[in-house]
């Protein structure tokens, strides 16, 4: 452990604030403490531990696992763990898709040429492809394309969560895409045997 931060306290904060936000029954399973020490280091900025981890702080995370294993829960709380210099927003991507039925093409532009800022994109792969005055878009895959220019252009970084596989996120979203997550995003997977907490 680094000497910097006591991990185990940490957990123990994060405990408290999980009990606070989502009631007394939130837990932290030992056996989810892999995951979340790379999600700890990552979040403080602990460059000696993400070294150790093999994460790249100049990246976002892709934090992929089954339903249920707490993947929206966890990055709420690194928002809160987050310092405020690095502080994001966490976007349900199926929100996104109502949004651009509602007001069509501009969203694509809201979340990625206007968007100055860290978004997490929630359960990437809820949405569906939709139309908007007949013509269908992917839009998730669009903003993601804008947002990988972000990247290179300004160093702005996004987050994921996702229960697709690698190949699943091309199957749906296009291998441009799969090919721009590899090279802006550490991947942080629980395994797909995951308990499904809920």
């Known amino acids: 452990m680094n000497e910097a931060y006591n991990y185990s306290e ?27 020490f790379k999600l700890i280091a990552y979040f403080l900025k602990d460059e000696q531990m993400c070294l150790q981890y093999g994460i790249n702080l100049d990246r976002g995370i892709l934090l992929s696992g089954p339903v249920g294993c707490g993947k929206t829960s966890l990055m709420n709380l690194m928002k809160d763990l987050t310092p405020t210099a690095h502080k994001f927003l966490i976007k349900p991507s199926r929100d996104i898709s ?4 509602k007001d069509g093409y501009e969203i694509i532009h809201k979340y990625s040429k206007s968007a100055p800022k860290t978004i997490c994109f929630d359960d990437l792969g809820t949405e569906n492809n939709l139309k908007y005055f007949g013509n269908e878009c992917n ?9 990988y220019d972000l990247f290179i252009t300004k160093k702005i970084m996004t987050h994921i969560t996702t ?10 979203y296009g291998n ?12 942080i997977a629980f395994d797909k045997d995951a308990k499904d907490k809920r």
Not at 13 to 18: A, T, Y
Not at 163 to 172: C, G, V
Request: no cysteine; glycine share 4%; proline share 2%.
């Open 139 to 147: 839009v998730m895959a669009e903003i993601l394309l804008s947002r």
């Open 163 to 172: 229960n697709l596989s690698a190949s699943e996120i091309e199957a749906i």
């Open 98 to 101: 109502f949004e651009f039925i």
């Open 10 to 36: 940490v957990i123990i904060w994060l405990e408290n604030k999980g009990k606070n936000r989502y009631g007394n029954h939130f837990k932290i399973l030992d056996t989810d403490y892999p995951i979340i």
């Open 176 to 187: 441009r895409v799969r090919s721009r997550l590899r090279s802006t995003l550490n991947l």
